[in-house]
Each structure stands twice: as C-alpha cells, then as structure tokens.
C-alpha cells in the first residue's frame, strides 16, 4: 500500500476540478483524475505530471453503475484505500430553467449527475475510505443551493437566477451530505460541503469572476481537515454557508 495520501477528483480534467487535483497534487499527494473523456482525461493527468504531480487517470462517469465499480476496483488495485473523495462532477443543465418551462428531463439529467451520481461514487468508494487513518469526503455544492438565500432579498444576487434543475440539485446534494454526516458520525469519516463561489468555467459560459484556482480553495482546506475537524457543514472561503 501506498504511503502517499491518495485522493480520487471526479470532474477533474478541467475547470475547478483540475485545479484541486492540482491543489491536492502540490501537497504530495497521489491523484486520481476522474473524468468520462479519455483524451481530455489522459491531456489533464499529462499537465500534472508536467507540474510534478503523482497523477494517475481514472475512467469515471458517475452516472454508470458499472464504470463507477471499475473506478473503486481500480483505485483498491493501485494503492489498497483511498483517503480522500472529491465529489465535484456537475452539470448545469442548459439556461432555460423556468419551472413554468423546463423539460421534466432536464430535471432528471441533472439529478442524475449533481446527486445520484455522489451517492454513486460515494458508496462505491467507502469499503475503500473505510481504510484510511483520516477519511475525508468533500461534496462541492454552491450557495445557489441555499434555501436561505434562495428565499432571502436580492435572491438573484446572492443565489444566481431562477433554475429549477440547477440550484434545487444543489440544495438536495446539501441534504444529502447531512445524511451521510449522521451516518458516518464516530467512523473518523469527515464529510462536507464547499462552495468554490462564482467561478468561470464552462459551467456558467465563463462569466464567473473568480478564477478556478481560487474556487479550488475551498476544497483543499476541507480535504485536509485535521482529525478533530467539522463534519457535515457547508462552507466556502469566508467560513459558512447558510443553509
């Protein structure tokens, strides 16, 4: 078994994913790159080994029972645990979101990836998180995904436009992750939610106004809790994230 800290990122191949992969990277840790796409998976793990990441690609669409199994069997076979699980593989789920508009199956699709797919990936990775000395989950939501500003004033400014996919996925993730808290309480297992703020990334059409680097931040502090850490908390860089 490895010595080095080893972490699995879905949705690692570029924007904020990319840049925790990096971030975990830089502290001399082995990183797995999640991501469907073969060529801009092997593109990304070739960037970081550039940087002198320990980066290894990973096959992983997290809405695929079967390939999400093989990641797990891939990961136990190349270092025996697995220490840290980013979950960060979203979709957006186009711009119209209207609830009076949207199509039911875009609500779907989006569920599929931002929720069922972390349930997936997570429940697959635990036996695996299981062995590890100091656990930890992060789950990347969004503080569209606050109820709290949701329903506050000046909701368009401080929880993005109406999106009846998007930002619902966000808020059900949340619930989620408080789920698996009471769950995992007492097991060593940390999990928590991030928010990277308003990033540019394709996500969003690149209109964000932080970098991704900066929305990586986040992640990286909550991967790299110390033992007596929070669980189950939502946070972004100026500390929590109302509910």
Not at 97 to 109: C, F, G, K, M
Request: hydrophobic letters at 45%; glycine letters at 12%; aromatic letters at 4%.
């Amino acid at each position: 078994m490895s010595e080095r800290t080893i972490a699995l990122v879905t949705g690692a191949n570029k924007g904020i994913g990319y840049e925790i992969a990096a971030g975990l990277g830089a502290l001399g840790w082995s990183v797995g790159v999640g991501a469907r796409d073969d060529g801009r998976r092997t593109a990304a793990v070739e960037r970081l080994r550039a940087a002198g990441v320990d980066a290894f690609g990973v096959p992983l669409d997290v809405t695929d029972e079967v390939g999400v199994a093989a990641a797990a069997r891939l990961i136990e076979d190349r270092a025996g645990r697995l220490d840290v699980l980013v979950n960060n593989a979203a979709i957006a789920g186009g711009a119209r979101q209207e609830p009076s508009r949207v199509d039911p199956a875009t609500l779907r699709a989006v569920m599929e990836t931002n929720v069922v797919g972390v349930v997936r990936v997570t429940n697959a990775m635990l036996p695996l998180l299981r062995r590890s000395r100091s656990p930890r989950i992060v789950n990347m939501s969004s503080s569209v995904g606050s109820l709290t500003r949701q329903a506050g004033p000046g909701a368009e400014r401080t929880a993005g436009p109406v999106a009846v996919a998007y930002a619902p996925s966000k808020t059900f993730l949340n619930a989620v992750t408080l789920q698996y808290a009471r769950e995992l309480h007492g097991t060593g297992i940390l999990i928590n939610l991030g928010c990277p703020g308003y990033v540019a990334t394709d996500l969003n059409g690149f209109r964000g106004v932080r970098t991704p680097e900066q929305g990586a931040a986040v992640a990286v502090r909550l991967a790299t809790l110390p033992d007596d850490g929070p669980t189950g908390g939502f946070f972004d860089d100026s500390g929590e994230v109302p509910w």
